[in-house]
């Protein structure tokens, strides 16, 4: 039997490595929207359509040069906008959420300086950057499945 541990415990260390190795499933990155995800991304995008859906009240108030109003609807009803695209980026396929946190990131700077020409009564720099929010909420909202 001595001669046969040092033999005994490199085949259970073999054996050990092959169980390592082969074992278990591993996890896998989801590469399209099972019903589980889709279920998820149908409950965080309300939230995130509604906020769009109000964005022509803010360039009425640009156009009016209201800025009072400008401010008040960026820090009110928008005031939810970063956290609720957070949180439906979050959802999305692995693939996609760095653009869409990059375009939240964005939409929210340039909502930033939209209240600041608010604050200053510069017409010109809060349309740009009504216009150019706009565009990054809508590039956001074309990464979002429709369910």
Known sequence: MGRFRP?????????ATCLVA?????????????PEILQQVELYTPGVVSLRDR???????IQNQDWVNVQSFIHGPM?????RMNRLAATLLQKDQPQAQSLAKE???HLERLDE???????VTAGQEYRNALDDFDSFLNLVPTV
């Open 107 to 109: 939409l929210y700077v």
């Open 55 to 61: 964005f022509p009240e803010l360039e009425g108030y």
């Open 117 to 123: 020409a608010a604050a200053n009564g510069q017409q």
């Open 79 to 83: 005031g939810e906008l970063r956290a």
């Open 22 to 34: 082969c074992g278990g499933p591993s996890a896998k990155i989801p590469t399209t929207y099972t």
């Open 7 to 15: 033999l005994l415990g490199i085949l259970l260390a073999i054996v």
